[in-house]
């Protein structure tokens, strides 16, 4: 006899649970969630929509019972027509729906890739505010300690101030970001066959491993498009255009692999060439993204058939 399924669409607030045929709403928090558990047989499927963090605690408390599954909010878009109506046909869509979810996955690794890609973005965002400092105070955007010398032997004013503040900042973020490169390197197996993918270096490819296990992923194209660097493609009668990337999956694993992309441009034989054959007709950033999506087809591959990486296929 199948297991029954249930789908329950998340928000900051509440929960709303479709099973058998029925909509309940409950809040979002410890109440809620023992609600679910006493109407949920045990056994059930249940399919949760992915929102930010706010799915986690549900998935995390449901999850010691229940056969959870975390949905792409984007693949219930397609199938949003079930949404508020009631028929034997929605049960089967709803099954369909949570099939193609994936397993949810907490851990360690997980969470200091997460925060490591928070740290990572953070110092991008200050060492920009900094430029635009040093300018206003005129001197050249470079943040060599010598140009940063200079610029503290200004005389006081608001803008030096936040340089002075900012730099604080930076020194704290870089000390943070090296702690947990060093953590990741204690949670994440030394010997994967990750790490034999020339371009995906110790941190990048701990941050990679954070999927999880590729298996799941029946064929690249499904794996492409958890990351969000599956093509984005509308079509209008004869015509067809491209709208660049999904930028639908796991934001982390993508900013991984466009980073881990820059490095393979210039060692990795595989995307090397791969970058020659399209410098064409791709430019700057576009290019690079091809170079990503290529790279997480082969790492799709090397863990998904436990082969270490070959040039040569």
Not at 22 to 42: A, M, Q, T
Not at 117 to 126: A, E, K, L, Y
Not at 134 to 159: M, P, Q, T
Request: proline share 3%; hydrophobic share 40%; aromatic share 10%.
């Amino acid at each position: 006899m199948e297991a029954p399924v249930a789908g329950i669409d998340v928000s900051k607030d509440k929960l709303t649970v479709y099973f058998q045929d029925s909509f309940y709403e409950f809040p979002n928090d410890k109440r809620g969630f023992e609600e679910i558990k006493r109407l949920l047989p045990k056994g059930c499927k249940v399919g949760i929509e992915s929102t930010g963090v706010y799915h986690i605690n549900l998935a995390k408390y449901l999850g010691k019972e229940y056969d959870v599954r975390i949905i792409n909010p984007f693949i219930l878009k397609k199938f949003k027509d079930f949404r508020g109506k009631k028929s034997d046909k929605n049960d089967k869509k709803l099954e369909l729906v949570v099939s193609m979810g994936s397993e949810f996955i907490t851990s360690e690794a997980r969470e200091l890739t997460s925060q490591w890609d928070f740290v990572t973005r953070s110092i991008v965002r200050v060492k920009n505010r900094l430029r635009r400092d040093l300018i206003l105070l005129g001197y050249r955007d470079s943040l060599s300690r010598k140009n940063l010398n200079e610029v503290l032997r200004g005389e006081d004013n608001a803008v030096l101030s936040e340089v002075r503040f900012l730099l604080g900042e930076l020194e704290r973020l870089e000390a943070r970001k090296r702690e947990i490169e060093e953590e990741l390197k204690e949670v994440v197996p030394k010997d994967s066959l990750i790490f034999t993918i020339p371009g995906i270096g110790r941190t990048l490819g701990c941050i990679i491993l954070r999927v999880g296990d590729v298996k799941r992923f029946g064929d690249k194209k499904r794996f492409v498009a958890y990351c969000g660097l599956d093509p984005l493609v509308e079509s209008s009668g004869k015509s067809v255009v491209s709208r660049g990337i999904s930028k639908r999956g796991d934001a982390v694993l993508r900013r991984a692999f466009y980073l881990a992309a820059l490095t393979a441009i210039k060692v990795n034989p595989v995307i090397k060439r791969f970058y020659e054959e399209h410098k064409g007709r791709l430019k700057g950033r576009k290019l690079i993204i091809a170079c990503a999506r290529k790279l997480a087809v082969i790492t799709w591959a090397v863990l998904y058939y436990n082969k270490p990486f070959d040039a040569s296929e």
